[in-house]
């Protein structure tokens, strides 16, 4: 990352990204906080909620440069910061980008899927830089101070039926403050579909219904997230009906579909002759 200003890489704002009125006002706190000490925030919640949007938008309201490491993929400790590799038989250190991240004033770390690293212990180096002094040794780098107003945010699925997670370490745990994020109002997901694909309210709104069946289900109860609602709503928006559009974007039976669809009193759009399949050339 020789030469990559990173103090530049403020990203862009997220259009119709909406949070609850207190959850806005926690992270403007969290800004201020940020101003007078080390702060660190934990972003709990669905897959597909809007978790690294988050990151993004607090990132970009305040003018912060970001930077997002995938923890998924550590293996060992110290691995964030560079690793020795071989070149024409030499061995050598390559920095990575996460030291200079770190010495960014100002920057927002984002911490991706923190609780599913290949090996637990490669997330002990994250003690130091997370602790309050904010400060890290390494044989290769030697001692590293994390820079005046950064901001570590970590965000994490956190569950049983999320394969390869773990649960986040206790002493990990306590250096963050905490949000959690959920599911929209049916209100304002449906809003948010009309807004970034044009789909008509009614339609939103169908589809968000829909949703909130599934999740709710009490016998077979199916994870909708957020992003699936909008991939749902953008198939319609090229002419997909409701129901094409939930099977072609979830793994979810049609006996139960068509159920919760008639249950709502939408049509379900199956008239003519056999079984409705038709074929033409691609």
Not at 206 to 232: C, D, F, K
């Amino acid at each position: 990352m020789a030469g990559f200003d990173l103090s530049a890489a403020v990203p862009t704002p997220e259009e119709h990204f909406f949070l609850e009125e207190r959850e806005i006002v926690y992270l403007e706190r969290i800004h201020e906080l940020s101003k007078r000490h080390p702060v660190n925030l934990l972003v709990a919640g669905k897959q597909g909620c809007g978790k690294s949007t988050l990151v993004r938008q607090f990132a970009a309201r305040n003018s912060r440069p970001m930077a997002t490491f995938q923890i998924g993929i550590l293996s060992e400790p110290g691995q964030l910061f560079g690793e020795h590799r071989l070149k024409e038989g030499e061995t050598y250190y390559q920095k990575f980008l996460f030291p200079q991240a770190i010495q960014t004033p100002g920057c927002v770390i984002h911490l991706e899927e923190i609780n599913r690293p290949e090996h637990p212990k490669a997330l002990n180096m994250l003690f130091s830089v997370l602790a309050e002094d904010r400060r890290v040794w390494t044989d290769e780098l030697g001692l590293l101070q994390v820079a005046e107003g950064v901001v570590f945010v970590a965000t994490l699925n956190e569950g049983d039926e999320f394969i390869g997670t773990e649960m986040l370490d206790a002493a990990l745990r306590d250096r963050f403050y905490v949000t959690l994020l959920g599911y929209l109002p049916a209100e304002i997901e449906a809003r948010v579909l009309e807004l970034k694909t044009g789909i008509d309210s009614a339609d939103a709104l169908t589809v968000v219904n829909v949703a909130n069946q599934l999740r709710g289900n009490a016998q077979e109860p199916i994870t909708v997230s957020t992003r699936h609602t909008l991939m749902i709503a953008e198939l319609i928006s090229v002419g997909a009906s409701v129901k094409e559009a939930f099977i072609n974007s979830l793994s979810v039976s049609k006996d139960v579909l068509e159920s919760i669809l008639l249950s709502l009193h939408i049509q379900l759009g199956q008239t003519g002759k056999g079984n409705g399949l038709r074929y033409r050339s691609y």
